[in-house]
């Protein structure tokens, strides 16, 4: 919050938070298969966690206006999970009232690392 607090410029910028494949409980890197099956219960801890996040973002920015991107950095043979663990998270967190018109849903980016 300090340093966004800290910067003067005018012009509105991105904040890019960037998921690896350790940040996904269902990625089993470097296992087969690469996405292990989860209980309805362990998904909906991921999907909390990552929710615990957007909403601490969301502090962060009623500091300095930013756009807020989320980059799945992860190996092309997990395919779209991570994707869709996102998209769920910030369903979730709309749902709770966390994104309006001050502070929108963020850009979700799917960027595979070749194995």
């Not at 910028?13 to 219960?41: N, T």
């Not at 957007?54 to 206006?65: E, W």
């Not at 992860?74 to 001050?102: I, N």
Request: hydrophobic letters at 40%; one cysteine or more.
């Amino acid at each position: 919050m300090h340093v966004l607090s800290t910067i003067t410029s005018p012009t509105s910028f991105e904040v890019i938070i960037v998921y690896l494949d350790k940040d996904f409980r269902g990625v089993q890197s470097p296992k087969l298969p690469p996405v292990r099956c989860m209980s309805q219960a362990d998904k909906v801890m991921e999907s909390s966690h990552h929710c615990a996040q957007l909403r601490a973002l969301r502090g962060v920015h009623n500091v300095r206006d930013f756009r807020l991107v989320l980059r799945a950095d992860v190996l092309d043979r997990v395919g779209e999970y991570p994707v869709q663990v996102l998209e769920e998270s910030v369903a979730a967190t709309k749902a709770m009232g966390v994104f309006d018109d001050y502070f929108p849903e963020p850009l979700i980016i799917y960027n595979p690392r070749k194995s």
